[in-house]
C-alpha cells in the first residue's frame, strides 16, 4: 500500500510563509496528480493547489499568487510555498496522492493533515 505523510505545518502572522511538504512511500508504480487540500472548521475540504507528474498545475482562485506548489518526482515529494498568509488560511492542510500500487489500482491517498494557523 502507499502511505503519505504531511509535514511543515505551525503557527504564524499574518503575511508570513510556511511550506509544507508530503512525501508517498511504500509500494508505489506511479503517481499521477498530487496536491494540497485544506479544511477549516465548519467547512467542507477544498482544493488549495494540484499538480501533474507533468508539472501541470491548478490553484483555488483564493491562493492564486501567493501559494506555489511543485515536485520532485524522483522522491515522490510535493510542496506548498504559501506566502502571504491571511488568517482565513487557517485550516488543516491534507495532502493527497493518485497512485498506483500495481495494474489497476489507481486510487486517491490521503495523509492525516498538518494544521496551519495564521494569527492577525
Known amino acids: 500500500q502507499v502511505q503519505v505523510l504531511e509535514s511543515g505545518g505551525g503557527l504564524v502572522q499574518a503575511g508570513g510563509s510556511l511550506r509544507l511538504s508530503c512525501v508517498a512511500s511504500?509500494?508505489?508504480?506511479?503517481?499521477?496528480?498530487m496536491g494540497w487540500y485544506r479544511q477549516a472548521p465548519g467547512k467542507q475540504r477544498e482544493l488549495v493547489a494540484v499538480?501533474?507528474?507533468?508539472?501541470?498545475?491548478n490553484y483555488t482562485d483564493s491562493v492564486k499568487g501567493r501559494f506555489t506548489v511543485s515536485r520532485d518526482n524522483a522522491k515522490n515529494t510535493v510542496y506548498l510555498q504559501m506566502n502571504s498568509l491571511k488568517p482565513e488560511d487557517t485550516a488543516v492542510y491534507y495532502c493527497?496522492?493518485?497512485?498506483?500500487?500495481?495494474?489497476?489500482?489507481?486510487?486517491?491517498?490521503w495523509g492525516q493533515g498538518t494544521q496551519v494557523t495564521v494569527s492577525s
Open positions: 493527497n496522492a493518485e497512485a498506483s500500487s500495481g495494474i489497476g489500482s489507481l486510487r486517491y491517498y
Open positions: 499538480i501533474t507528474s507533468g508539472g501541470n498545475t
Open positions: 511504500g509500494k508505489i508504480l506511479y503517481i499521477n496528480r
